[in-house]
């Protein structure tokens, strides 16, 4: 599994990539509170969080690729220091039922419907995660289909809650928040469907060099649009429902 | 006492994690402030030094984790440079004595009844930190022991203190927040028994590799719990408390 020039630089430049979009996102995210209501404030608070946590992982993630790999004498070569897999995981553990809690928080729903809610889809997210790691490092191709298929379970129950458990509590926003909210959800299924894709794509050409290149950069394009593109979506509908209230 | 790879990585990414976790939680507490009233902003102010306080630690933590370790021809070997082990009792002694003082902050008591409080407990916090010290440190099981259960004496008077003298006040609280305090008392009492639950597993097989693990793990766990979650839930508490003045 030996690494081409360009596809080396391609990863490279997919993590650096991810570091400075989600910094900027972060910044933008947190200077745009001021701008919103004090009931939305925390759902601003939260996507920038996620933002922070993500690029202070991608910058960790990059450090970890450069020092994995050296070129010696003018060719690339692996240096033994192992490539850590396990910021990502790390990174979704944190990320993914933050993502959850605010596209709750955004909705406004009552006291007890927010917790409830946010309880059952944060767990189910953190068990997803924790049952896709094993099967990320497996040395095996069998072991990241079974781990893989398991952490589909989890997953599939939150794009029920999230397309049936959530329409009624939908149809309840206001008026002019009611199409950016079914586009926020509508997003958070689209980019989080494509995780799996990404995960099984590495599990057909599993060990050859192709299929890192494809699971790195698969995964940050995903990252960027759940985390910054999903979290403009949450602006937005934060500053309408904000004017609504005015 | 040999690491194996997975265990290396374990400890290491349990610090990073740590790192992540608290330094996003700084940011939520200090961005949280403008949305509690004036009363209550000390206290936030003072949940977001804990977790600073503890990110800078264990920021520092994780470069001396991977300074001491190295990966020579792609096995993992001690450097001889020595962890330091002493980042999370300076830390302990900065932040339990703050936790402490927060707890008696978000209940808004008298001035004289907040200052007795808050300096006998702080007093009882330093003085278990610092009894346990020279047993984290030891050489010989016996020591660990020895300093470990001195080092219980403080604890248990700071549990009764929480559980005895606190329940007066907690009594008088605001309907809407007297749940919240009793949580937060409750989570402050549980996520610090685990502290002493993971020394003395210590204890049991100390010196090997496997005891290591379990330390650094468990205590991080344990600081997330006690300083993020604690922290989480005095800002609700000053939301609602908030909300119930306005
Ligand atoms: C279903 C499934 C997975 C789903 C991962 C997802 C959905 C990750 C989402 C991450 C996000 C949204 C990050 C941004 O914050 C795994 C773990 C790849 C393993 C294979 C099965
Ligand atoms: C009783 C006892 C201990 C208790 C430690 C505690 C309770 C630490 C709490 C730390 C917190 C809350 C940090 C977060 O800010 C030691 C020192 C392990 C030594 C063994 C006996």
Avoid: C
């Amino acid at each position: 599994e030996n690494l081409t020039v360009g596809q080396y630089n391609l990863v490279y430049n997919a993590f650096s990539f991810g570091f400075a979009t989600l910094a900027a996102a972060t910044i933008f995210f947190w200077l745009g509170r001021s701008q919103v209501d004090t009931k939305f404030k925390t759902a601003l608070t939260i996507t920038g969080l996620v933002t922070a946590i993500a690029a202070y992982h991608y910058f960790r993630i990059f450090e970890s690729w450069t020092a994995s790999y050296a070129f010696i004498d003018g060719t690339l070569q692996a240096t033994g220091v192992p490539f850590n897999d396990a910021y990502r995981y790390v990174d979704w553990l944190l990320t993914v039922p933050l993502l959850l809690i605010e596209l709750i928080l955004v909705m406004g729903l009552s006291r007890s419907e927010t917790i409830s809610r946010a309880t059952r889809l944060g767990l189910l997210a953190a068990l997803m995660v924790a049952l896709g790691y094993p099967g990320e490092v497996a040395a095996s191709g069998g072991g990241r289909w079974i781990w893989g298929l398991l952490s589909m379970i989890p997953f599939l129950w939150i794009v029920y809650e999230l397309f049936v458990g959530l329409s009624k509590s939908i149809s309840n926003q206001p008026e002019s928040a009611r199409g950016l909210i079914t586009l926020a959800r509508n997003v958070t299924v689209a980019s989080w469907a494509f995780y799996p894709v990404v995960y099984f794509a590495g599990a057909i050409g599993l060990g050859g060099a192709g299929s890192e290149v494809i699971i790195q950069v698969g995964y940050t394009i995903a990252d960027i649009v759940a985390k910054a593109g999903f979290g403009v979506l949450i602006f937005l509908i934060a500053v309408r429902k904000s004017e609504a209230m005015a």
